[in-house]
């Protein structure tokens, strides 16, 4: 599966951005899809993941209230829906496929997409 992120940008605290992850390859619908982040001088972090229906959500409990998952199996593309953003939000975002469920606690990433960088200003 290759994975191209898009969507990051500068945006001012309080404001909204709607990271998009677009799939090729494979059948997008046989993979969970996640994203994550990455702040400078931090590791990598889970934000939030969706399963392969769309039917199941979890998120980090920094970004739940603030955070929309979602994804778009006919157009093989998963989103992530940012509002209220916080300056502490500024970080590289990554979407990620996995090909097993484990709920809330999918981590195992098989795929991973190149990244975008979010900026937030205060």
């Known amino acids: 599966v290759q994975l191209q992120a898009s969507g990051g940008g500068l945006v001012q605290a309080g404001g909204s951005l709607r990271l998009s992850c677009a799939a090729s390859?494979?059948?997008?619908?046989?993979?969970?899809m996640g994203w994550f982040r990455q702040a400078p001088g931090k590791e990598r972090e889970f934000v939030a993941v969706?399963?392969?229906?769309?039917?199941?959500?979890f998120y980090a409990d920094f970004v739940k209230g603030r955070v929309t998952i979602s994804r778009d199996n006919a157009k093989s593309t998963v989103y992530l829906q940012m509002n209220s953003l916080k300056p502490d939000d500024t970080a590289v975002y990554y979407c990620?496929?996995?090909?097993?469920?484990?709920?809330?606690?999918?981590?195992?990433?098989?795929?991973w997409g190149k990244g975008t960088l979010v900026t937030v200003s205060s």
């Open positions: 990620a496929a996995a090909s097993s469920w484990y709920g809330p606690n999918t981590r195992a990433m098989d795929y």
């Open positions: 390859g494979r059948t997008f619908s046989n993979y969970a």
């Open positions: 969706i399963s392969w229906s769309g039917d199941s959500t």
